[in-house]
């Protein structure tokens, strides 16, 4: 019955002296701690459903469920679309002409007949 009650009570001491693990380098952070110790990241994130706080690592709110982070699929298409795609497109269309003037100097010059 001893050995039982001590099992509980060192679980429950456990609990509490967990801390937040950063959801970036994994550095368990102090459960006061905001911001990461070692990187610096912000160790909680607020639901954009409810607005309370979770911690980071969690994929989902603990009040409302809601999903804290974006999924894969909307991390993939972010990695896909750079931020810079506007530039992207003028050096494409750049790119473009540049080849059609050459493309016209290069027929030019083979249909040129002296
Ligand atoms: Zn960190
Ligand atoms: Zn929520």
Redesign the pocket.
């Known amino acids: 019955m001893e050995n039982l009650t001590n099992h509980n009570n060192n679980q429950q001491t456990q609990n509490t002296t967990t801390g937040v693990l950063c959801a970036k380098c994994e550095h368990l952070n102090p459960a006061s701690a905001e911001l990461c110790e070692k990187c610096g990241a912000h160790l909680y994130i607020a639901?954009t459903?409810?607005g309370?706080k979770n911690k980071r690592v969690d994929a989902r709110?603990y009040?409302?469920h809601?999903r804290l982070h974006h999924s894969k699929f909307h991390r993939l298409k972010r990695k896909l679309v750079p931020k810079n795609w506007k530039s992207l497109v003028w050096q494409a269309i750049l790119l473009l002409v540049a080849s059609f003037i050459v493309y016209k100097i290069v027929v030019m010059i083979a249909n040129y007949s002296p």
């Open positions: 639901c459903h409810c309370r709110c009040h409302c809601h």
